[in-house]
């Protein structure tokens, strides 16, 4: 497979890993677009949050809890942001579902 999410689970690319476990993994974002700026990877390939089913639902729920973690870990008291990006139209750039958390600086409504 050709992904790059995939490649860096499986240690081929190197990243910034924040978190860690069977489910799961989280690294630094290559271009972050706030201070603090981390993904959080299923290590099952789904293309896109599009294509996860019902059977995924614990899975989802699974990437929100690692995200509150990642925020407590790196000091986003004072809030944060989640997004998953799905789709060409909505700014999904790597096909393997994925979520960002971004933190470390006030968020402004509407983002783009």
Known sequence: MDCLFCKIIAGEIPAKKLYEDEHAI?????????????????????????????????????????????????????????????GPDGGQTVDHLHMHVLGGRAMHWPPG
Request: proline fraction near 5%.
């Open 26 to 86: 989280a690294f630094a974002d290559i271009s972050p677009q706030a201070p603090v700026h981390v993904l959080i990877v299923p290590r099952r390939h789904i293309s896109s949050h599009a294509q996860a089913t019902r059977s995924d639902a614990s899975l989802l729920g699974h990437l929100l809890n690692v995200a509150s973690e990642i925020a407590h870990q790196q000091g986003l008291g004072k809030g944060f942001r989640t997004v998953i990006n799905t």
